[in-house]
């Protein structure tokens, strides 16, 4: 593993329960940096608990029983919490998919932004952390940071807080991101342009990025490589255009069908789009 890499190898994740069960079993995954995966799959399958994991943010009820998270060679189950904390946000960060509830509600946009920066740039004065967090909130499209570096989580709307999360998330300029369903709340604009940004920060800055998406367009946009997910394994793996063009799995093509029915000809499109985007 010479170059920058998250690799997760037979990760398992169980819920402990009076029932329990294996959320995750035995999955593997490996991101290079400079690249984009989509990981997809139906609702449940144990998607966002992959990411969860990586980020070492898994609820108290679910814990990894197997396998191993390495980021940059180093396997995460040997840090302390300490080295976890610092490797959050400043080598991967996460979108997270519910922006409402991610949150301190009495905490501005300037102190988020402060605590994040403050605890991974060292030596950053107010006016740096300041001025680092405008810039941020220019990127994922907001006309007048300043007026909004004051104001309160709960004074926003679902959209707004998604786009402070994208930006916090690219603020510390991280090797990694983890996408998960990150313009759900955004309308088709904002939508076009923070995938624009995404892509854009994968290929000039050698950013890797793990979208989780159930949005089939999206993944055939964005990712150089597909991971099919269900029941807690990845089924089917491979590049964009091999997996869409030529899916292996009965399931693979049952989201393909799926997608087709829902979009009609502009799947047609997206198909074609797939082998210009991957040689442009």
Known sequence: MSCKRL??????????SPRPRH???????SLEAGKALALVGESGAGKSMTALAVMG??????????GEIFVNETGLSSLTDEGRRRLRNRTVAMILQNPMSAFDPIVTVLGHFKETLCSHIPGMDRAAVRQRAAAALVEVGFSDPEALLGVYPFQM???????????LALCTDPTFIIADEATTDLDVVL???ILHLLRDRCRERHLGLLVITHDLGIAAWLADDIAVMRH????????????FS???????RELLEAHRDLHGNRFGCLMAAIGTEATA
Request: aromatic share 2%; glycine share 16%.
């Open 7 to 16: 690799d997760i190898q037979g990760l398992t994740l169980d819920l402990h």
């Open 23 to 29: 959320l995750v079993d035995g999955l593997s995954l």
């Open 57 to 66: 943010l898994l609820p108290p009820s679910i814990h990894q029983t197997g």
């Open 157 to 167: 709307s679902g959209g707004m807080l998604q786009r402070v999360m994208i930006g």
């Open 191 to 193: 939508q076009k342009n």
């Open 232 to 243: 807690g394994r990845v089924v089917e793996s491979g590049s964009t255009a091999s997996v």
């Open 246 to 252: 030529g899916p292996r799995e009965d399931y693979t």
